[in-house]
């Protein structure tokens, strides 16, 4: 088993390497692709996590063509997991043109090389695209119930990506479907919002911004009412889905050449207020303060992900409790020295990291590494 993992040395992907070692150690050969926006924004790891690889590939995945694959020896690739990506809505924003190229636009153009090569080799192989529950919009497309209460989207609900990031997701699931067939197993997980310790933590979501908040200053301040709904999900959990779609079969049944599927738990939609109280209970005596006077916010949503755990084995389900995130993320924060109460202005932040490259002339305005 030959395994490309773009976008590795992020949040999630120190996760998902560790989890493809465990499956198929230790056969398989796992490859790593990264250009490392983010790459020295280690927490308080031991062991570089990119040490599990076969092999780390630092390039742009913008520059992958076929001349780039023989070169790296990568035309005989059994699988492609794709998290390379301007990886939320702000970040995105940045340069919706540039978002779309990275994120979306890549990702196809690696589809098909994927394919074609396979076609060469007559084999079956798979892309995993790491899509979004952000392609969902405000989660109003499944409608409303009796009470005027939003009722859980699902993947049969209409889509409404809002912002640059969202619509790149949603752009490539569609431009990915008729590129599957009985050669290209393609597999579009679209993921709850991540939490959770990770060897390259990012503070900028809003479980960890919490933990972080009652470990460094004792307090959370919670800027809504509290009440909206929210489906998240801890990055080991998001690697058990990357573990299924590799695996997968793609007979009928069991969803098909072309699968898109929410990748979380119907047990992880909380309310705001819920995520906090859990974050001040795991840090003594944190003050926790829910503006109640907040206009209601309406980017409340649940999301249903009954489909997953009707197509997947338990060991590729949700295994994760909130209690487990939240002290997993306590402890990592205590012991990561580097997190202060200046947390959200720290590399710990993406777009901090990224505006600081550019600010210091590391990249280019295109995020091309000035050498
Ligand atoms: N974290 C979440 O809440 C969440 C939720 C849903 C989906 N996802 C998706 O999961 C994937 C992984 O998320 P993450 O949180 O680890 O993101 P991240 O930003 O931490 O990591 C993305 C990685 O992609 C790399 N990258 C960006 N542009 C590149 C380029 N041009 N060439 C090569 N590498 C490039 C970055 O260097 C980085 O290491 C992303 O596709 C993201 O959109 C994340």
């Known amino acids: 088993m030959k395994i490309l993992i773009t976008g590795n040395m992020g949040y999630v992907g120190p996760a998902v390497i560790k989890r493809l070692r465990e499956e198929y150690s230790p056969k398989a050969e796992l490859i790593g692709l990264d250009t490392g926006y983010f790459a020295h924004s280690l927490t308080d790891s031991l062991v570089l996590p990119e040490t599990l690889l076969n092999q780390q590939i630092f390039a742009d995945v913008r520059d992958i063509d076929q001349d780039f694959l023989v070169d790296n020896d990568l035309t005989d690739l059994d699988a492609v997991v794709w998290l390379a990506a301007i990886s939320n809505d702000v970040m995105g924003e940045l340069n919706p043109d540039l978002t779309k190229q990275i994120n979306y636009l890549s990702a196809v153009n690696l589809a098909k090389l994927l394919k074609e090569n396979a076609q ?208 997993k993320l306590r402890d990592g924060i205590q012991n990561t020295p580097t997190i202060d109460t200046n947390y959200r202005t720290s590399k710990y932040m993406r777009i901090n990291t990224l505006k600081g490259h550019i600010k210091e002339g590391r990249i280019d305005q295109n995020l091309r590494w000035i050498r």
């Open 120 to 327: 060469k080799l007559n084999k079956q192989v798979s892309f995993t695209f790491a899509s979004s529950c952000s392609v969902y919009g405000d989660g109003s497309g499944s409608g409303f119930d009796k009470d005027g209460n939003k009722l859980p989207v699902d993947e049969n609900s209409e889509v409404n990506p809002l912002t640059a990031y969202a619509k790149s997701k949603r752009e490539t699931e569609i431009a990915l479907e008729p590129l599957a067939d009985s050669t290209l197993k393609v597999t579009c997980l679209r993921f709850a919002t991540a939490c959770g310790m990770s060897d390259r933590l990012r503070l900028d979501l809003m479980l960890n911004d919490f933990a972080a908040g009652a470990v460094t200053e004792k307090e959370i301040t919670v800027l809504s009412d509290g009440s909206p709904w929210r489906p998240i999900i801890a990055t080991e959990d998001m690697a058990g889905g990357v573990a299924y779609a590799i695996q997968r079969s793609n007979l009928d049944e069991k969803g098909g050449d072309y699968l898109v599927v929410n990748i979380g738990s119907n047990d992880w939609n909380y309310q705001v207020k819920d995520f906090a109280n859990m974050c001040g209970e795991a840090v003594d005596r944190t003050k926790v303060s829910i503006n109640s006077a907040a206009e209601p916010d309406k980017r409340s949503y649940r999301v249903n992900f009954d489909k997953f755990t009707s197509l997947a084995d338990k060991k590729y389900l949700p295994q994760e409790t909130l209690q487990t995130a939240v002290e």
